[in-house]
């Protein structure tokens, strides 16, 4: 079997990526994992991308008629850490997708979706958040796709991105692809830094600058796990903690 060769930034998906990483893990990354949601069940899953150093994880998921999957993913590896998702959202399913990227350092992080409304009455959700220090770089690139026969969809993608050093970089890209004529999709990406007055007000009560930026960013990534299952959602909670520590550092 012949190797693929390694994508290059000519590939819009890979256009930010950390290819030198990427590269270390090309010739063993496995097939993009296949999901199905069988139709009129509901299924939550939570994916925790923050042991290795440089992590990959790839997934086509199917989502059936009437079935809906909520999906929390937290993006932490230390090098490079890429979630990549292509989404096929059948009539009157739902997709809900719940992420952050947590960088620091030289990290590179990215969440790359293709969601692909292909039938009537579906609805998507993408919500990510980025906390990004040193010179690491955040991406989310989300493309939403409603095909023509695919009428009264409702997609959304909100993104927004926190910068804690003037050397970190963030890149957001939400697109629409809509061939329909009855549809309500939106989008919406902000990219900012913490505010100074809430930051003294923190420190002023006694805690120490890493601790009170930390503060600070749990309100703006925790919220995300809100709706996860309740046996996994700790293990969330704490694990974008340990995170946020580590970059507001």
Not at 20 to 35: K, P, Y
Not at 195 to 208: E, K, N, V
Request: proline share 4%.
């Amino acid at each position: 079997m012949t190797a693929l060769a390694l994508p290059t930034r000519k590939d819009e998906a890979y256009r930010y990526a950390d290819l030198d990483a990427l590269g270390r893990v090309w010739a063993d990354l496995a097939q993009a994992r296949e999901i199905v949601v069988p139709a009129g069940e509901a299924h939550s899953h939570v994916l925790l991308a923050a042991n290795e150093a440089v992590e990959v994880h790839r997934a086509r998921l199917v989502i059936q008629p009437g079935a809906s999957l909520d999906l929390f993913a937290l993006n932490g590896a230390a090098e490079y850490g890429r979630i990549e998702m292509d989404v096929e959202v059948r009539e009157g399913a739902r997709f809900t997708l719940n992420a952050a990227n947590i960088a620091g350092g030289k990290a590179t992080q990215e969440i790359v979706t293709h969601v692909r409304h292909t039938e009537p009455n579906g609805t998507s959700n993408q919500t990510v958040r980025s906390v990004l220090g040193g010179t690491a770089t955040g991406s989310y690139l989300g493309k939403v796709a409603v095909a023509r026969q695919a009428q009264k969809v409702d997609g959304e993608q909100s993104v927004k991105a926190m910068l804690l050093d003037r050397g970190a970089t963030a890149n957001c890209k939400p697109e629409l692809e809509i061939y329909a004529d009855d549809v309500k999709c939106a989008h919406g990406a902000t990219v900012g830094e913490l505010d100074p007055t809430q930051l003294f007000y923190a420190m002023s009560r006694g805690l120490p600058p890493a601790e009170a930026k930390a503060l600070l960013l749990e309100g703006f990534v925790l919220q995300l796990w809100d709706d996860a299952p309740e046996d996994r959602r700790d293990e969330l909670v704490e694990a974008s903690r340990a995170l946020l520590r580590r970059v507001a550092a």
